[in-house]
């Protein structure tokens, strides 16, 4: 880990107080953050039911910005986005992330993947696949252990290039999610044309377990739905026993959220992991 300017190491997890309209320097900023070395990850843990422990960890990416702390991607990727500077970001991710879950799987966890989040303006660019090629060659990762979360928008945006990517990096031996699945517009027809392995539940579903029976109900549809598709099905924000008791009777394939783990540091998560080999 390390420590950027006084920032104190990762400890708040929203933006700071300070509105981020009010820092007309943050694009300008943001430009050399990968020069100056204040982006990083955190790792939040996914467990796989069936193996009873954590299977890997999603990237979640942080900026130590010098003045203003540790920014969450919501204050963020828009702007990254905006200023063009999604791209240069996005390597800089698949690059880091690859590393850490190289280094994870030599240092005594060899069953850890890492799934990074791609942004539709690196998707529907192109190079996306080369990007992902180089983060596997420089470190040595097998491709296996990398998995991308993409969002349903960014592979409705365009059908055929979206098929044509995907089954390029299916074809390299990457694992393909669809994120957030559920607050999307994802015609049917189309899902069971694409090469993918998994969907992810949004949050917004899983928090309404026990609360709202449509949600429930819309959980139930989406882990039958992933059955159906032979997809593997995930649940993001599991807070609570009550959604982890639904969630197994329904189904699901692995489970994700702060009932098992917070975003942390990679030497959190390989703390974590190697302390919970067993749920
Ligand atoms: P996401 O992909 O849906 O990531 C899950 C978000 O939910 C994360 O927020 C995570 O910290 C949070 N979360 C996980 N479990 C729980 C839970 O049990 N309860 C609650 N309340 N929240 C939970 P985070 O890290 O702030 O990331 C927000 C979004 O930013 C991500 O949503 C993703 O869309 C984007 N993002 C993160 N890292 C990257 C990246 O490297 N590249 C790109 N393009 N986008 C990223
Ligand atoms: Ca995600
Ligand atoms: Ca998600
Ligand atoms: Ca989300």
């Not at 309209?21 to 953050?33: I, K, M, T, W």
């Not at 098992?260 to 919970?276: A, D, I, M, W, Y």
């Amino acid at each position: 880990a390390r420590r950027v300017g006084r920032s104190k190491w990762c400890l708040h997890e929203a933006c700071p107080h300070v509105p981020i309209e009010e820092e007309p320097s943050l694009e300008a900023d943001l430009g050399q953050a990968i020069a100056r070395g204040e982006l990083t990850l955190h790792y939040q843990p996914y467990v796989d039911i069936a193996a009873g422990r954590p299977v890997g960890a999603e990237a979640l990416l942080r900026w130590c910005h010098p003045r203003l702390g540790l920014l969450a991607p919501d204050c963020f990727v828009q702007l990254a986005e905006e200023a063009g500077l999604i791209d240069d970001i996005g390597t800089w991710v698949l690059h880091a992330a690859c590393h850490q879950a190289r280094t994870w799987r030599q240092r005594g966890i060899p069953h850890l993947s890492v799934a990074v989040n791609v942004s539709a303006a690196q998707f529907n660019k192109g190079n996306l696949v080369s990007a992902v090629a180089s983060a596997l060659a420089a470190s040595g990762l097998e491709p296996q252990a990398l998995e991308l979360e993409i969002t349903e928008s960014t592979v409705m945006h365009d059908v055929q290039a979206a098929i044509g990517t995907l089954r390029k990096l299916k074809d390299m031996g990457v694992v393909l999610s669809v994120d957030d699945f559920g607050t999307g517009y994802s015609s049917l027809s189309y899902l069971k044309r694409f090469p993918l392995d998994s969907l992810k539940v949004d949050r917004s579903f899983v928090q309404d377990i026990g609360v709202d029976p449509d949600h429930e109900s819309i959980v139930r549809a989406i882990i039958n739905l992933a059955k159906t598709l032979k997809l593997k099905v995930t649940a993001e924000g599991v807070e609570s026993t009550e959604q982890l008791r639904f969630l197994l009777h329904e189904g699901c394939d692995r489970v994700q959220g702060y009932l098992f783990g917070r975003p942390v540091t990679s030497e959190g998560l390989e703390h974590l992991v190697k302390q919970r080999s067993l749920w």
